[in-house]
């Protein structure tokens, strides 16, 4: 059966949620009476197609086609789900869903992007009240998963179906079983916003300090774990009550203001704390700890390679170190009789499988790092490389020798085995102290970025590459060097 | 000159300065009464120790001692910081400031991780006010960069001397330049801790919905990008002014219990936009759209590798895609004569360079990935492995052979070369459509995982493995197979 969404209302939500459906394999029928409509749509589907579909291991299925239509009756022909997404007004919601129902399937989901109304109000007066739900999703649709599903008054079977489908679309249906003005998620959103209009108005912070302050103290930690299972690990062992015991006193500071206190009960802390041992307490505080470092660690290098946030704090701090030392020497800073070491560094937590050893494909980073160090080294670096040339990898043959867990220090030894014209063949020699753990050769072609094909290099970097290639020469071959598998066995 | 800092007062934040200092290669003098201090720090530095120096692509220095003192004054002694943790109780801090002044250099600087206290309480009676400030940091201190530095009545070049050496532990100095209660980041978890208290107490959400409903939304955001950036986005190409007149007048519903509002004036947004300018206005609406999705993606792709969280949701999308598909398929219901398809995916955002092109280590990522594929086909599934036994690769040899790009589908079709007894020699073929992208040759012995030597598989694996090599025996011999580096130049 064709899946068919239905989608009222275009803009950034209603953009977003088709394109949720149709990169899921669903056909869209739109309807939008602004003329820009298809526009707006197709610009939140472009950067839906180049970020979505790849963010899982196997592909989305195909895609389904996207429509626009003269009218809500022909819109909701056909649809499973219909997603009203129009401006927060109560009587422009109430006409809506009144033009939706007149022609929709009555088997059908109704969802409201709404942030503000409870479902209650949405279904004033509605000819089949029991049809219209709360789907609340957050900016982007298309990667976020969190969608705040309000189905007070709604058919039971019809909200298990409404769950079902979220999944579907890889996101998650949070069941609020209350309905309250705003749901969950915005009344933190506007406590937050409040407070910061109050700093900026009293002059205590810039909106960048605010977001710094943010993104990068509390905003990592809340990607992975929230509040109450932040504060649970912030307890230690003695957990959830302990920690409830020193913050919670601080509820009575003026600090912001904000005035209105829920009263400390005892009861409320024994709620508290019974709530974070059903959601946390199949872990330890320590297994706790451990995750959430994983995790920072992952997000924090992840944000690196984009040189973002605290990633790009941690590129700052990078350059610092190397400065003044052999990391950030040239080729002429170098004696080209010897080995060069082109990396020194320790294995992150993110390089690693479940086990703690050192996950196969990293080994290949860390020797295209070290390549790229040499490169730098050899004058091929970040300023040579915009003026349009580079050396791209044509072969690589890695040998695994010895295994090494997150945390051991690692080092690179490259040796030119061969530099001349455009061809670069380095052999990578990459060591925990004096034990081998893999080898890595590479063969590399100088490359026109424009034309992607080779062509000679500068005449500086082919006189470095050469001059390591000379001096190198008269080492003594290391073994494994241009082996082919099978060949010895 | 050694670098000398004074940790008073341990627990998980001292412990996690200390922590910091240590692993960039300062000594640390610690002075704690708990007789448990000792231990309690040594956790710390454990955590420390297995997620801070793989954040950096270069080392970091050769660690520092930690040493333990009897008393504050000799664990000053030398000390160009010294940091503060103590209770947050007034006459205590003022005690302990009162001892280090006593003993420690007039030059070092004075810091307090107080995160409710004005420096200008801190600095009362003290003998030299100007060496005190509040240097207030998150948790985990060793791996959050965040410091609020409020230095009001702080000497202004030890000010500056307090920003460098923040910066050179890898910290972001953030210099409020007036003092408020609590600063700023702890008044928005204020915020939003007195919310949550009352959504949980009023039974509308549990602390673990509160957390989905921030952890798979605005947590993620908020990661890499804070509030006002987050909303200058949202408000699109109509920019920062237009999101205030969308989203200010919301100030006036009753929807937090939060009662004291800053009144809406235009002034209030001219600053609010003005602001949002300097932080932002260098990129356009759509740069920041792409910046903020390359980054999501990082981050939740990284959460997905850990298996938490946004990441999680992946998990179980993937697995109920690879449902009833040849991507979930077992050997024995494919055809052994046939190349075997391992992966069919797009290539992700986070798997490409700057300019968009996949970057050379994933293709071992997406060839590894395949090679775990075709393991669990022939048997060699997660149980299996859990039970003791698994394929490690001994040798790799990849060729490059065109290039592709981000949000490409690509499809790995897998031959077995050899399969026999302990050996497996893969050779996979990179497509996008009909173009090969590279080709990847495997060669893998099955080991014992307590071991690590290698052993035999299980029966029905070495069958299902046979099968497949005999299958494929008679297949031609794809070009570039056993092939070595310079052989054929």
Redesign the interface.
Known sequence: MTKIAAIIGGG?IGGGWAARFVLNGWDVQVFDPDPQAERKIGEVMA?A???L?????????AEGKITYHASISEAVQGAQWIQESVPERLEIKHATFAEVQAACDVAAVIGSSTS?FKPSELQQGAARPEQIMVAHP???VY????V?LVAVGADAALVEQAKAVL??L???P?H?K?E???H??????????????????????????????????????????????TYRV?G?EAGMKHFMAQ?GP??S??????????EFTEE?VD??AG??D??SGHHSIREL??????????????????D???GA??N???T???AGTV?GAVAADLDAGKLVET?????????TDY?GHM???????AF??ATDRFMAIIGCDAEYIKSGGSY?????????LD?VH??A?ISIRTRV??GEGKKM?LFHEMMEGERMLATG???LLHVS?ET?KPKPPAPHIEAALVRFAEGHADLPTPEGL??????AR
């Open positions: 950034v950067n197609r180049r970020s579909p790849g963010l899982t291991d196997v592909a989305l299925p503000g957050f900016n982007p990667l976020l998963p969190l705040e999944s579907s890889g996101m998650h949070l609020l209350k309250i003005d705003a969950v998620a915005d009344r933190f959103l506007e406590a937050v916003w409040r407070e910061a209009l109050w700093l900026v108005k009293d002059g205590i912070a810039t909106t960048e300090e605010i977001d710094d302050a943010i993104r990068y103290g509390f905003g990592i930690r809340w990607a992975q774990m929230g509040l109450f299972e912030a230690g913050f601080c509820l500071f003026p600090w912001t203001k904000l005035m209105d206190v829920p409320l709620l508290i709530q974070s059903a959601q700890e451990r995750i959430r470092d994983n995790n920072l660690v992952t997000m924090m290098r992840g944000l690196k390679a984009q973002w946030g605290a704090l941690l700052a701090q990078e610092a170190m190397r990391h990396a020194h560094r320790t294995v992150p937590l993110d390089w086990n996950t196969e494909s990293r080994y290949l980073q295209a790092d791209f990898t044509a072969e690589t043959h890695i040998r695994h295994e997150a945390g220090t085995v061969l063949h050769e590479h063969f970025l992607r241009g082996r082919a598998i099978g060949a």
